[in-house]
């Protein structure tokens, strides 16, 4: 089975700065996608950002880049200039890329706060 | 992205009665519908995976006979907690996915049961 962990509970960060969250996985898939989400107050899910476990290179997405190590099955995400609406809960997640039923698994996640 | 709309957004609803919660993908069509839990302050818990035209596939500890889920089309996925009592009081969140594709996120329905 798949697992997602989220190490940091809680984490804060000075407008403008950066900041990176960390996320480790565990799985015996070679084919798979891992995902961060961010769900602010509102509590709509909004993804983030997309990495495919077959592609090398770092998905980024304007501010939002990732360090993928596939070797190591750790998944950081960092947020650079970070803004007062990127406060929210940030979960990372796991899903199969097998077929349609493949379930997306989330870790417990962590809750940004930008401090102006 | 594409959309997913859940309705209603938040319900309260009578010891004993059952509420349905509807889940329409709006502009595509969804081989699988997924329900989440969320509890105040913790991540989403998968309670079934639903797929159009066949019985839902429920995780282990989950009540079927309390959480029931129909995918009678591919646009449409509903839930419906039968007989609430006030420890069903919670957030769920369906999501959608094509073939390939990641999962699209309804914006949730607050229960509270009273």
């Known amino acids: 089975a798949q697992t997602v962990t989220q190490s940091q509970p809680e984490m804060s960060v000075q407008e403008a700065e950066t900041v990176t969250l960390s996320c480790t996985y565990d799985?015996?898939?070679?084919?798979?996608?891992l995902f961060w989400y961010k769900q602010p107050p509102s509590r709509q899910m909004i993804l983030v950002i997309r990495?495919?476990?077959?592609?090398?290179q770092n998905a980024t997405e304007n501010r939002f880049s990732v360090n993928f190590q596939k070797a190591a099955k750790s998944f950081s995400l960092k947020i650079s200039d970070s803004q007062l609406g990127d406060t929210a809960m940030y979960f990372c997640?796991?899903?199969?890329?097998?077929?349609?039923?493949?379930?997306?698994?989330f870790g417990p996640g962590t809750s940004l706060s930008v401090i102006p | 992205g594409a959309v997913v709309s859940q309705h209603p957004s938040w319900v309260i609803c009578k010891s004993g009665t059952s509420v349905k919660i509807e889940c329409r993908s709006l502009?595509?069509?969804?081989?699988?519908m997924f329900w989440y839990r969320q509890f105040p302050k913790q991540s989403l818990m998968l309670m079934a995976t639903?797929?159009?035209?066949?019985?839902?596939?429920?995780e282990q500890g989950v009540e079927k006979d309390k959480f029931l889920i129909n995918h009678a089309s591919l646009t449409l996925s509903t839930l419906t907690v039968t007989s609430a009592h006030p420890e069903d009081s919670s957030f769920y969140i369906c999501?959608?996915?094509?073939?390939?594709?990641?999962?699209?996120f309804g914006q949730g329905t607050r229960l509270t049961v009273v």
């Open positions: 999501s959608a996915r094509v073939r390939w594709t990641e999962a699209f």
């Open positions: 639903s797929n159009e035209g066949s019985k839902a596939t429920y």
């Open positions: 997640a796991f899903m199969k890329q097998e077929t349609s039923y493949d379930k997306v698994i």
């Open positions: 799985t015996s898939e070679n084919n798979y996608y």
């Open positions: 502009d595509f069509q969804a081989t699988t």
């Open positions: 990495q495919e476990a077959y592609k090398q």
